[in-house]
């Protein structure tokens, strides 16, 4: 039994590891994914932002040959767009870099015929308006600061610590009572031996009232 209930355990803990693994695979294959999406609109908006640096140099232009504005103008435009090609340049890098890397985490051949294959995603993301209660809001996150549940409970051990002052200023009157059995012999085990319930006992009962005077300290 022993033997079994240790091949058992061994096979569970690698059919554990397993899925573990796949799920590591899985998460950094969706993570990759999401990054070449990212990467892919990211190009489109530089390409963009060309675009509409080019339709602005092309008025420029025409303002210049009118002669309301000055030549200057147009040089700042075409400034723009040489950093709007830079940013395509970069956003190009950043694309086939990302692509490299999901290839990578699909265990996709770099050499032979799936080399060159470009991998154009198919999902894009969704975005949906959350339906915002503001109320709720407010409450979830006041409850999920730290510091404002540290600052709860210290309020609660002031409160506690102010009912323990407050019956400190109150006298105190302690019950006591105690019951004593003797044994008289000059040797201890003797003594011991000698002691019984019904002989040579002694009981005490009393009570003692404290009030200290003016109770300066616990009014304090």
């Known amino acids: 039994d022993s033997v079994f209930n240790m091949t058992r355990h061994g096979i569970d803990g690698m059919r554990n590891r397993k899925f573990g693994r796949v799920i590591n695979i899985t998460s950094q294959v969706q993570q990759v994914y999401w990054e070449l999406v990212f990467r892919l609109q990211d190009l489109e908006v530089r ?7 080019q339709k602005l140099l092309d008025q420029i232009r025409k303002q210049v040959a009118v002669g309301t504005l000055a030549p200057l103008e147009a040089i700042q435009a075409e400034t723009n767009i040489s950093r709007s090609e830079e940013r395509i ?16 985490v ?4 770099f050499t032979g015929e799936l080399a060159n294959v470009v991998l154009i995603p198919v999902d894009a993301p969704t975005y949906v308006t959350p339906a915002l209660d503001s109320d709720e809001q407010i409450r979830q996150a006041l409850n999920s600061r730290p510091d404002l549940v540290q600052s709860k409970l210290t ?8 009912i323990f002052d ?12 105690s019951v ?10 003797t003594s011991f031996n000698e002691i019984k319930p019904t002989e040579r006992y002694r ?3 009393g009570m003692t009232f404290r009030y ?4 300066t300290q616990a009014k304090s």
């Open 47 to 53: 390409r963009q932002q060309r675009a509409l640096a």
């Open 89 to 104: 340049l970069i956003a190009e890098n950043a694309l086939r870099a990302s692509e490299d890397r999901l290839k990578r």
């Open 106 to 109: 699909m265990n996709l051949s």
């Open 155 to 162: 309020l609660e051990n002031q409160n506690i610590t102010l």
């Open 166 to 177: 407050k019956n400190q200023v109150l006298p105190r009157l302690d019950l006591e009572a």
């Open 180 to 189: 004593r059995f003797n044994g008289i012999n000059q040797d201890f085990n």
């Open 203 to 205: 009981w005490e009962v």
């Open 212 to 215: 200290p005077l003016a109770n």
